[in-house]
Each structure stands twice: as structure tokens, then as C-alpha cells.
């Protein structure tokens, strides 16, 4: 693959060296800014997230940068939270997202009686199903991912993919050159390396 | 649906594995990244290193580490040791570490808990907790300094004060068991799993396949973390998945 002039949008958020490494397994690197100029310019945007939604949506407002994702016609690829900012909504802080998606995000609650002793995070490896975007492939179907995340996103017209905890949700999204993966791709072994190559290749 | 996460840990000082390690074909036994990309390769779920390093250098020996670590693998990986203050665990999230566990510096500063979970999230916060079944009752006193000190504080309601000052995982490995080899302690962690709402690794006591098992029935724990049983290939990651998986245990 061609080196591609890769943006890894940098805010306030926890470890998002880790998706740059996993572009460099790939031979591949992004540059990790907060620049609107090369953020517009890049062949690829990926919008990575650790971190609580209301604070970082109130710096990407601050910053601007809200706007210059919005604006994004390039492939977008947002992960873990920054999928949940893609939404409209969501109920951590109670806060406007990006409504690059018009789902809402809602958090997860433990059903009652809870006899499988369901834990809040759902934090591990699970599967990913119905694949529907240029994202994945057929191998791809069933594939197990790695998750950390309290609050998802309910299977709707953009699901992309779904995966089963507490509720069938959607654990992919995917509407014009906008991708979302509630998983994060750069941790999720040979599986997850496959699906940020054809994010790559798109 | 979610499944049981197998955990492999390793112990290391100045940045080599402690252990003579026998791992399959590996040369370099004494090199962890190697040792983790074969563990990742095999199927292991995430993997916890363990500084046990003394000295000030050791230490920025194991920043570097964690560093080559972060580039080369693509699992989760949980860091810790020595870890006593924020900009302990700053670096080491800034050299690509996922998570971090505190254990007896979390005892003696509780608050510790809640500044790591403000400032880099409760998934970045894992609590360890060693603890001895104390003689009469059902109750486990914590220990610190790998089982050397008793404290005050006991196991249950340890754990549920650091899920509510903002852990995000539990590690607990029982004393009692720990390098016995002859099971984890079921009973206490199927306490903590069914009164915490964070998940639970199991630590301490892998013998056999069939104590993994058991973790997962009776004890109801999240994830199974081991050292010396996959470090000296008496189980192979594999071979304990495929087993699992017979016993209709869901794995990756």
C-alpha cells in the first residue's frame, strides 16, 4: 500500500498513540494534530477516543474542531467514543454530539435479576455480526473484537454491524464516507488489523 | 456474547523476564516483547506485565519497555508495579500502556484510586488486591508489599470502595493460593463478582485446565490471569481454549 497522508485527530483524550502504532504495523503513520488545515487535507481521518463525552465535546465546540469534522469528505473512521460523538446525542453529561449519525447514545443498564452477572463496562472481546460496510469483508463475519465502553448506540438504519450485550446494538456504523467502530480496531489482534487495512484501502 | 478473557502475566525486572522461561522454539527467552507477540499470536486475550524493579533506572528501563511493547502488540496490554503517584501512571499511558494497576499504593492513598480514574478514565484503572482468608469467619485481610504486610482493610469492602472511588477492573489474587497450584478461590470471587458491577480476574492458584473452569463457574470471574503454567508450557493458551470451550465456556 502507497503511503497515504493519514490525520489521527488529537484532543483531550487518552491513549490514541495506540491506533498510530497500529498504522505503523501496517507501514503506515499519521500525523496526531489538532490542526483544521491538515485535518481537511488528509486522505484519511481517523477520530479515536478514550475519555468522558460532555468534556470532550465541549473542547471539540470550543476548539472548532467540531465544524471541521462535520465538514469531513474524506473516509472518517471514528473509534470507542469517538463513534459516540459521531451521534446525536448522548446521555454521558447529558451533551449534544456531532450528528454525523442521528442515533442517540444510551448507556447500558444491567437487567434484573442480573443471573449472568453482566458487568458495566462491557470490557473484552466480542463478535461482530450483520456486517454491512465496505469496512469488513465476509471473513470478517462472527470475528471476535475487543471493547471497553458504558454506553452504545441502538441497532438502527446505519448500523453497520451489531453485536450482542445486555441488548443487540450496533456495534459499527457507517453513512457516506463516515465509519464508526464501537471496537477498537487497533487492539483487536489480526481481526482488527484486517478491518483499519480495508479502512485504508477505501 | 462476551467472552472470558485468559491473561498471561509477566514479571519484569530491569526489562527482561525474570523467570527462565520454557515458551515453545523461543530463543530469546529473556525478551518480553517477544514473549508477548507469542502470546498474542497463541490467543491470549490481553496480557499484564509486572515491573519488579527496584532502582530509579530499572524503572525508566521498564517506560522504554512499555514503549517497544505498545508498537509491536496488538492486544490490550495492563501495566504495573511501582506505580505510586499520576505521573507514574502519565508516562507509562503516554508510552502505550491500556491500563494500569495499583496495588499497595492504592492501600495506603485510596484517593489515588479517584485521581487516576479523573484524570485518564476508570478503564485506564485496574485495582490489585492481595489478600489471606483470615482464620475464623469469612473474611480476607488485604496485604501489601506481595503478602509481607497485613493492613486494616478487608477484601469485600476494599473492592467495592474501589469500584465506587473509580476502578475499572478488579485484580484479586488470594495469598492463600497464589503458586499452590491447586485452584483460584472460588468462593471469595464469586462474592466479589456478584456484589461489584466491574469485572473480576481471577489471580493466584492455576494448576490445571480444570481451575480455570472453575474460576469462570463457581468463582463467576471475568478473566483468568497466570504466570508459571503458560511461562513453562504445562497449558498452552490454545490447548486451555479449546478445553474451555468443550466444557461450554465462551472464549475467544
Sequence with gaps: MAKQNIVIIKYNAGNIRSVNNALIRLNQEAEITSDPEKIRGADKVIFPGVGEASTTMRFLNESGLSEVIQSLRQP????????????????EGDVACLNIFDEPIRKFIVPTPNASN???????????????????????????????????????????????????????????????????????GPVGQRILERFLNL | MLAKRIIPCLDIKDGMTVKGI?????KAVGDPV????????????????????????????????????????NIPFTVGGGISELKDAEALLNAGADKISINSSAVRNPQLIDDMAKNFGSQFVVVAIDAKKEAEGHDWAVTVNGGRIFTEKRLF????????????????????????????????????????????IASGGAGNMEHFRDAFVEGRADAA?????????????????????????VVR
Design chain 2, 34 to 73: 517477544e514473549l508477548a507477540a507469542a502470546y498474542a499470536e497463541q490467543g491470549a486475550d490481553e496480557l499484564v506485565f509486572l515491573d519488579i524493579t527496584a532502582s530509579h533506572e530499572g524503572r525508566k528501563t521498564f517506560v522504554e519497555l512499555v514503549h517497544r511493547i505498545a508498537l509491536h502488540i
Design chain 2, 22 to 26: 520454557k515458551f515453545l522454539e523461543i
Design chain 2, 157 to 200: 469492602t476494599w473492592a467495592k470502595e474501589a469500584e465506587e472511588r473509580g476502578a475499572g477492573e478488579i485484580l484479586f489474587t488470594s495469598m492463600d493460593h497464589d503458586g499452590v497450584k491447586q485452584g483460584f478461590a472460588n468462593k471469595a470471587l464469586a462474592t466479589l463478582s456478584e456484589s461489584l458491577s466491574i469485572p473480576i
Design chain 1, 118 to 188: 453482566l458487568k458495566i463496562p462491557q470490557m473484552g472481546w466480542n463478535r461482530i455480526f450483520n456486517l454491512k460496510s465496505d469496512l469488513f469483508d465476509a471473513s470478517l463475519e462472527g470475528q471476535y473484537v475487543y471493547f471497553v465502553h458504558s454506553y452504545y448506540v441502538a441497532a438502527g438504519s446505519h448500523t453497520a454491524a451489531t453485536t450482542d450485550y445486555i441488548l443487540n446494538y450496533s456495534s459499527a456504523l457507517q453513512r457516506d464516507n463516515f465509519f464508526a467502530t464501537q471496537f477498537h480496531p487497533e487492539k483487536s
Design chain 1, 76 to 91: 472518517t473512521l471514528g473509534i470507542c467514543l469517538g463513534m459516540q460523538l459521531m451521534g446525536s446525542h448522548s446521555e
Design chain 2, 225 to 249: 490471569l497466570a504466570a508459571s503454567v503458560f511461562h513453562y508450557n504445562e497449558i498452552s493458551v490454545p490447548q486451555l481454549k479449546t478445553y474451555l470451550r468443550k466444557e461450554g465456556i
